[in-house]
C-alpha cells in the first residue's frame, strides 16, 4: 500500500506540473504523459495487491453467509485459489508481453517498452503470494492480520 501511495503521489505531482508547465508557460514536457500512465498503472496494481492481502476484495458475503459452515469454508478455499490462478496469470501474461516489447522503447522517455509491465508482474506476483497466505491461514483456521488500518 505505501508503494501504491508513493505511486499516487508521484503521479499528483507529474500531472499538477504538466498541467502548469502547458498553460502556464506553453511549454509541455513531451514525458509527462508516459510517466503519468506508468504511475496509473504501479498505482492500480499495488492497490489491488493490497486489496487481496487486506481480503478488501469484492464478495458475495451476503450470499455465502447464508450456507453451512462447511459450505462457506469451501467458498473460502475456492476464492483463495482463484488468486492465486489470477495472480499467475498476470505474471505470465505480463512476462509475456514484456519480453515482447522489450526490443520497443517509450519514445519521450527512452525506456524500454517493457517497463510498462513490470507493475503487473509485481502486482500478479503479489496477488498470488497474498492469496496463498490467506489459503494457508483458511487451511490451519486462523486469519490474515491486516496490514494497512
Known sequence: MYIACTCLLGLLVVVVYGVVMRYVFNDAPPYVEQVALLLVISVAMFGA???????????LDSLVAMLS????YW?????CVLGVVFGLALLAGSA????????STIPTL????????L???LGGIL??????????AR???????????
Open 139 to 149: 487451511i490451519q483456521g486462523t486469519e490474515v492480520t491486516r496490514s494497512w488500518h
Open 119 to 121: 507493475p503487473v508482474l
Open 96 to 103: 509475456e508481453m514484456g519480453l515482447s516489447t522489450y526490443a
Open 75 to 79: 467458498c473460502g478455499l475456492v476464492v
Open 110 to 117: 527512452g525506456l524500454s517498452e517493457a517497463y510498462r509491465y
Open 69 to 72: 459452515q462447511r459450505l462457506q
Open 127 to 136: 496477488i498470488a503470494a497474498f492469496s496463498v497466505e490467506h489459503l494457508i
Open 49 to 59: 495487491a493490497a486489496g487481496v492481502r487486506d481480503a478488501g476484495h469484492i464478495g
